[in-house]
Nanobody, 121 residues
Framework: QVQLVESGGGLVQAGGSLRLSCAASGRTFSSYTMGWFRQAPGKEREFVGDISWNGGITSYADSVKGRFTISRDNAKNTVYLQMNNLKPEDTAVYSC??????????????WGQGTQVTVSS
């Protein structure tokens, strides 16, 4: 069982930056693929990006590529989402997720509760 808690959300102006954190419980964090997703009001949940168990592989949605960066610190059981050059369309609840599968499967077993990110124009 893995419990995930996100933090770092808030209100930012367009063009600004935020860094989200996702703290995980459990001693097997380093074996999990970690992903970030977001859901805007009235829209379906959207994949943002993910990172392999050792941080060696990352992938991103086209909408955030070049602006967002995922990293992880296995010693701290934490994964990060650095968001730069934010746009109003990035406004959403951002959630992290953990998967026991290899990166690329996009199937996640555990989810955090999410943190709100609001980008004003």
């Amino acid at each position: 069982q893995v419990q995930l808690v996100e933090s770092g959300g808030g209100l930012v102006q367009a063009g600004g930056s935020l860094r989200l954190s996702c703290a995980a419980s459990g001693r097997t964090f380093s074996s999990y693929t970690m992903g970030w997703f977001r859901q805007a009001p009235g829209k379906e949940r959207e994949f943002v990006g993910d990172i392999s168990w050792n941080g060696g592989i990352t992938s991103y949605a086209d909408s955030v590529k070049g602006r967002f960066t995922i990293s992880r610190d296995n010693a701290k059981n934490t994964v990060y989402l650095q968001m730069n050059n934010l746009k109003p369309e990035d406004t959403a609840v951002y959630s992290c997720a953990a998967s026991a599968r290899l990166i690329g499967t996009r199937r996640y077993d555990y989810w955090g509760q999410g943190t709100q990110v609001t980008v004003s124009s």
